[in-house]
């Protein structure tokens, strides 16, 4: 046991001075690494604020259905109860004319045309209702459902979600796949750039070392005393950069605040995404060091498997 603890602290003791030693040949490697990571978290806050943005847009969206007046009770209790078990349906409210009228004097009370318009006749306005989705990306499933021949029977009109505001909805949705993806390439791209870069790194170590490797081998050095050191070099890479990579963000958060909140940003609500990176500090260094020391050591035992060809031992 002390024996496998003191090779074990030989092992860190030598990669911590190859990274010391080193350091000129690790600059382009944990420059990119830095630019990974920093894009895997930028991803991470990105897809969080899209996430809350897209709960505060689908949370003020709702479908529409307009029956007709002489609907039996029977029928609209059926409907709603059918809509309410939809899986993407998340609430289901029921208005009848007076409240619908209601709810539209409201909305125009300084609109005194079209208030004298609805009090001038019968109340023109259908009983309607409004169907609240869970995904907006599902949400012609529910359109699909109510335009079924027996639902369709039962409707004045149709759905509110037509026309130009379905196109604002589904251009939402769809620029936020988009988003999505695109951060998803950039990370995986600038993963393969990162372990190719380090990976060649540790092929120039290791051939402005082969003399001392070959040594060591001939005096029987195991496969993992012999590798250990570059697997402790590249993890101390990806400690590195995960922090510098936190520190980046935090930096660019507190510089571009004030510009950025002055700007349009669409879907990226700056004042959220740094709450969230502040609110989750914590488990966001964890992941990046998680991804980084992965990055480091997965880069580093593959290189030396293919250049050192050892022995297993």
Same mark, same amino acid.
């Given at each position: 046991?002390? $024996?496998?603890m003191?090779?074990?602290?030989? #092992?860190?003791?030598?990669?911590?001075?190859?990274?010391?030693r080193?350091a000129?040949?690790a600059? !382009?490697?944990?420059a990119v690494?830095?630019?990974?990571?920093?894009?895997?978290?930028?991803?991470?806050?990105?897809?969080?604020?899209?996430?809350?943005?897209?709960?505060?847009?689908?949370?003020?969206?709702?479908?529409?259905?307009?029956?007709?007046?002489?609907?039996? !009770?029977? @029928?609209?209790?059926?409907?709603?109860e059918?809509?309410?078990?939809?899986?993407?349906?998340? !609430?289901?409210?029921?208005l009848?004319?007076d409240?619908?009228?209601e709810?539209?004097?409201?909305?125009?009370?300084?609109?005194?045309?079209l208030?004298?318009a609805?009090?001038?006749? @019968?109340?023109?306005?259908?009983?309607?209702?409004?169907?609240?989705?869970r995904?907006?990306?599902?949400i012609?499933?529910?359109? @699909?459902?109510?335009?079924?021949?027996?639902?369709?029977?039962?409707?004045?009109d149709?759905p509110?979600?037509?026309?130009?505001?379905?196109?604002?909805?589904d251009?939402?949705t769809?620029?936020?796949?988009?988003?999505?993806?695109?951060?998803i390439?950039?990370?995986?791209?600038?993963?393969?750039i990162?372990?190719l870069?380090?990976?060649?790194t540790?092929?120039?170590? #290791?051939f402005? $070392?082969r @003399?001392?490797l070959?040594?060591?081998r001939?005096?029987g050095?195991?496969?993992?005393?012999?590798?250990?050191?570059f697997v402790?070099?590249?993890i101390?890479?990806?400690?590195?950069?995960?922090i510098?990579?936190?520190?980046?963000?935090k930096?660019?958060?507190?510089?571009?605040?004030?510009?950025?909140q002055a700007?349009?940003?669409?879907?990226?609500?700056i004042?959220?995404a740094?709450?969230?990176?502040n609110?989750?500090?914590?488990?966001?260094?964890?992941?990046?060091?998680?991804?980084g020391?992965? #990055?480091?050591?997965?880069?580093?035992?593959? !290189?030396? $498997? $293919?250049?050192?060809?050892?022995k297993?031992?």
């Amino acid at each position: 046991m002390n $024996r496998k603890m003191i090779t074990l602290s030989r #092992i860190i003791k030598t990669g911590m001075v190859n990274f010391v030693r080193n350091a000129w040949l690790a600059i !382009a490697a944990m420059a990119v690494m830095v630019v990974t990571l920093t894009i895997v978290l930028f991803s991470l806050i990105t897809n969080a604020t899209f996430a809350n943005t897209i709960a505060q847009i689908t949370d003020k969206i709702d479908i529409s259905v307009y029956l007709k007046d002489d609907i039996t !009770a029977k @029928d609209r209790t059926k409907l709603v109860e059918n809509l309410k078990g939809l899986p993407n349906v998340k !609430a289901v409210t029921y208005l009848s004319k007076d409240q619908v009228l209601e709810n539209y004097k409201k909305q125009n009370a300084g609109n005194e045309a079209l208030l004298s318009a609805v009090s001038s006749t @019968d109340n023109p306005l259908p009983a309607t209702i409004q169907v609240k989705p869970r995904d907006l990306n599902k949400i012609q499933d529910i359109k @699909d459902y109510l335009s079924k021949p027996d639902n369709l029977k039962l409707q004045s009109d149709d759905p509110s979600y037509s026309g130009d505001r379905k196109a604002a909805i589904d251009k939402i949705t769809h620029a936020t796949n988009i988003l999505r993806q695109v951060g998803i390439f950039a990370v995986l791209m600038f993963t393969i750039i990162s372990v190719l870069i380090i990976f060649n790194t540790i092929q120039m170590t #290791i051939f402005n $070392r082969r @003399d001392e490797l070959t040594i060591m081998r001939l005096l029987g050095a195991s496969t993992w005393y012999i590798r250990g050191p570059f697997v402790v070099e590249n993890i101390i890479y990806g400690i590195f950069s995960a922090i510098m990579s936190i520190v980046l963000i935090k930096i660019l958060f507190m510089l571009a605040s004030s510009a950025l909140q002055a700007s349009s940003l669409g879907l990226l609500d700056i004042n959220y995404a740094a709450t969230y990176f502040n609110a989750h500090l914590f488990v966001l260094l964890t992941i990046q060091l998680g991804v980084g020391i992965l #990055i480091g050591a997965a880069s580093s035992i593959v !290189a030396t $498997r $293919r250049y050192l060809k050892f022995k297993t031992k």
